[in-house]
């Protein structure tokens, strides 16, 4: 299963199919000279730069193709998932091992974004490495090679995505309640000032006008944090639709109630070490999972506060989050006794997680939002002849793939339209939002245009 999962994150990657919006965000970003980049993108985004440097450089080693840009995202997804099975392999029991990779490997979030040209790959890569050193450095608590790697990979996983900055936060308050010794402390305070410390410029000076309230990102309250993040791990809530009309607040309820039996039982296995993450079993191994719950848990409940001011919940978002619901998965397997029935529920569970990937996978490769396809009909049918181009989004992603670049007349809003002159023919291309043709059309209309 984890083979097939790896085979759906590799398949159609040699198609040059359209970018969407936030993929044409990071080329033109990127495609861009360092400065630019930095001024223009950047530091008026609401995400952290790393990615975006690192594509600078990779699009300048092997272009701005759509299969060129989006190897970076499959580079980063293998190597996770490589890193996460080695490193299981070699160290964890059998059955937890393989049941953690094979949830990590046939996850939706792992195969989908594998082909994205944006920075959720390079947070999976960062986030596997992250947690499997804190769960490295809880094993031997005198590794300092481990501490100084974690805190490393820390700081750049907190400056690649502000979702990675809150999972690194928790990380590091778990060791510094975890380590003895004063000097580690104090590198776990340096580590997490570092950490932070561009977020606090680039928050006074960019995002602090942009929070409360929704903006793009509705929320409902607490039920759609739940639902999001466990829709997001686990697909197979939504075959609740057919029974509730997908009602957050029942996957929500459904979730936590599911989430909190297994914990609390498997928790009581591994207390009285009945349950080893490692294959040597004469240590207890309590700590590894206080931390697992303590990430999970905690993440949540941060995201459900910050949520309530500002959303920022989305099912990719999540991505962070799962080599340790991978290993948290894994252990509540590990201490259910293993019938031949209970590994079937599992095998369907993580089956049915492929069939969505295989789903989602197939309709990447015929975008919704084609803008390649678009911008190849206009330049076919030589519609802007005589014509202007309006969009509802700025020049650079209009015109990305205009082989001759022609003139954009501003962003413009489609409800504005009617407000142009009448006389000139225009050409108006919607990226990003729905319009709804019938009533744009009957309102340019009776506005008296042709």
């Not at 994205?116 to 947070?123: F, G, K, L, P």
């Not at 590091?172 to 004063?182: A, G």
Request: overall charge positive; proline content about 3%; charged content about 15%.
């Amino acid at each position: 299963m984890s083979l097939l999962g790896l085979v759906l994150a590799f398949y159609g990657i040699w198609n040059d199919y359209s970018y969407w919006t936030d993929e044409l965000f990071s080329v033109t970003a990127s495609e861009s000279t360092f400065f630019e980049m930095f001024d223009q993108f950047i530091f008026v985004d609401v995400h952290p730069p790393l990615y975006q440097v690192v594509l600078y450089f990779w699009i300048r080693l092997f272009g701005s193709t759509e299969p060129a840009t989006r190897a970076l995202s499959l580079l980063f997804s293998f190597l996770a998932l490589l890193i996460f099975a080695w490193y299981l392999i070699k160290n964890a029991e059998k059955k937890l091992a393989l049941t953690a990779i094979a949830f990590f490997a046939t996850n939706n979030l792992f195969i989908y974004y594998a082909q994205e040209t944006r920075s959720y790959a390079m947070m999976l890569f960062l986030a596997t490495i992250v947690t499997l050193l804190s769960v490295e450095k809880i094993r031997d608590i005198n590794n300092k090679r481990a501490t100084y790697w974690l805190f490393l990979f820390a700081i750049l996983l907190s400056n690649t995505h502000y979702f990675g900055l809150f999972y690194t936060g928790f990380i590091l308050f778990f060791l510094l309640i975890f380590l003895k010794n004063f000097k580690e402390r104090l590198l776990v305070v340096i580590a997490g000032f570092l950490s932070i410390l561009y977020f606090v410029v680039h928050f006074a000076a960019r995002l602090a006008n942009r929070t409360g309230g929704n903006f793009w990102i509705q929320s409902d309250g607490i039920q759609s944090t739940i639902s999001t993040f466990a829709l997001a791990m686990l697909p197979q809530f939504n075959l609740l639709k057919r029974i509730s009309a997908f009602e957050p607040s029942i996957i929500s309820i459904l979730a936590v109630i599911a989430f909190f039996a297994a914990a609390i039982y498997t928790y009581k296995k591994v207390k009285d070490d009945q349950v080893f993450f490692y294959k040597d079993q004469s240590f207890s191994q309590k700590s590894i999972f206080d931390l697992f719950l303590f990430l999970v848990i905690g993440f949540i409940l941060f995201t459900i506060f910050v949520d309530l001011h500002t959303p920022i919940s989305t099912n990719r978002n999540y991505i962070v989050l799962l080599p340790v619901v991978s290993l948290l998965f894994a252990y509540f397997f590990a201490s259910f006794p293993v019938g031949r029935c209970f590994s079937i529920i599992v095998f369907l569970v993580l089956s049915y997680s492929l069939r969505v990937s295989y789903k989602n996978i197939l309709s990447k490769q015929f975008p919704i939002q084609n803008n390649k396809g678009a911008v190849a009909f206009i330049e076919r049918n030589s519609l802007l002849r005589n014509r202007t181009l309006y969009s509802n989004l700025p020049p650079y992603y209009v015109l990305f793939y205009f082989k001759e670049k022609p003139a954009v007349s501003g962003m413009m809003p489609s409800e504005n339209l009617y407000t142009i002159d009448k006389d000139g023919g225009f050409v108006y291309l919607s990226m990003h939002t729905p319009i709804d043709i019938d009533e744009l059309l009957d309102r340019l209309k009776k506005e008296g245009f042709q």
